[in-house]
């Protein structure tokens, strides 16, 4: 089954680079890339349960995709335009570095919260709870940093970075609600039972995206 998956992964990487072969290399040309993959492989496990074998699938696939030289033509043009990749890439980085911002903020207004209430002699469940900024601020962290392109990389799809952003939110989010119930209810059975409802939704999710995930470092750095 797992063979037969990376064999299907494998087909339409291939298949799509061959397609764009000789287009210039462009963040833009990454994302349609990866939205492309995604389309085929859900078209591919459609017709699998429709009773299909793995190459018949991939053959309809292919067929359902229609005429994809509009696109090959208008990636070759934004690979030539260094004008239209600058905007992108500097309308991206301005998104990320503003997403980084905000979530280092957050996380750094919930740990000083947290501290100011500690000093002030306040209960303890107060002084946990300002921890849900850092929760905010970690998830918004990880998507504006996973979606901001490098020099060696380009950056995630946005929906597969939002799914990163949601695992480690409820990773997160996991200790947050087992130190407020601890404090809360005095019972450490209940804050470990809340915690774990939370982390294994967000450890789970976070396992399969890194088992999912696919190459984003760019061939000339």
């Known amino acids: 089954m797992l063979n037969n998956k990376n064999n299907n992964d494998t087909k339409i990487k291939t298949y799509i680079d061959n397609l764009f072969s000789?287009?210039?290399?462009?963040?833009?040309l990454f994302d349609l890339k990866e939205e492309l993959a995604t389309n085929m492989k859900e078209k591919i496990a459609d017709y699998q349960s429709r009773g299909m074998d793995d190459e018949q699938a991939f053959k309809e696939a292919v067929i359902?995709?229609?005429?994809l030289s509009g696109l090959v033509d208008e990636m070759r043009k934004v690979g030539q335009d260094m004008a239209k990749q600058s905007v992108y890439s500097t309308m991206t980085a301005r998104i990320s570095t503003a997403g980084i911002v905000a979530g280092v903020l957050l996380v750094l207004f919930g740990l000083l919260t947290s501290?100011?209430?500690y000093f002030m002699n306040l209960p303890a469940l107060e002084v946990?709870?300002?921890?849900i900024f850092i929760v905010a601020g970690g998830a918004l962290l990880t998507y504006s940093t996973l979606t901001r392109e490098t020099r060696k990389k380009y950056g995630m799809n946005k929906i597969r970075a939002a799914l990163y952003a949601l695992s480690i939110g409820l990773i997160l989010f996991s200790l947050f609600v087992g130190i407020t119930t601890r404090f809360s209810t005095g019972e450490t059975y209940t804050a470990i039972s809340s915690f774990m409802v939370f982390f294994l939704a967000g450890f789970g999710l976070f396992l399969f995206l890194i088992l999912t995930g696919t190459d984003r470092r760019k061939e000339k750095t």
């Open 128 to 131: 946990s709870g300002a921890g």
């Open 64 to 67: 359902s995709m229609g005429d």
């Open 115 to 117: 501290a100011m209430l």
């Open 22 to 28: 000789g287009v210039g290399e462009s963040q833009q």
